[in-house]
């Protein structure tokens, strides 16, 4: 089993940026594909976007052009940053890894956008 720790989260202003990390255990980062999704209460967790094990990348169109995601195998970790930030990225963000069968979640960061 992976174990996925997010961090990062915390309080920020309208147009203001942060970064999240989701560092992972275990040896098959390398070949994984990570996503990240976000959850408001009483709404469906929404894939915000993905990095696949060759570095492919997408995103949920409502981040394009503002968020960023990369990945570090060397530290098997995979970095969201998020600039611009709006109130409506107000949600609990996760980043979730699949390796073949195996398909691991983390605990979720709190990102709260408020003036």
């Known amino acids: 089993q992976v174990q996925l720790v997010e961090s990062g989260g915390g309080l920020v202003k309208p147009g203001g940026s942060l970064g999240l990390s989701c560092a992972a255990s275990?040896?098959?980062?390398?070949?994984?594909?990570v996503g990240w999704y976000r959850q408001v209460p009483g709404k469906q967790r929404e894939l915000v976007g993905s990095?696949?094990?060759?570095?492919?990348?997408n995103y949920v169109d409502s981040v394009k052009g503002r968020f960023t995601i990369s990945r570090d195998n060397t530290k098997n970790t995979v970095y969201l940053q998020m600039n611009s930030l709006k109130p409506k990225d107000t949600a609990v963000y996760y980043c979730?890894?699949?390796?073949?069968?195996?398909?691991?979640w983390g605990q979720g960061t709190q990102v709260t956008v408020s003036s």
């Open positions: 979730n890894l699949i390796s073949g069968s195996l398909d691991s």
């Open positions: 275990g040896s098959i980062f390398s070949s994984s594909t």
């Open positions: 990095i696949t094990r060759g570095g492919s990348i």
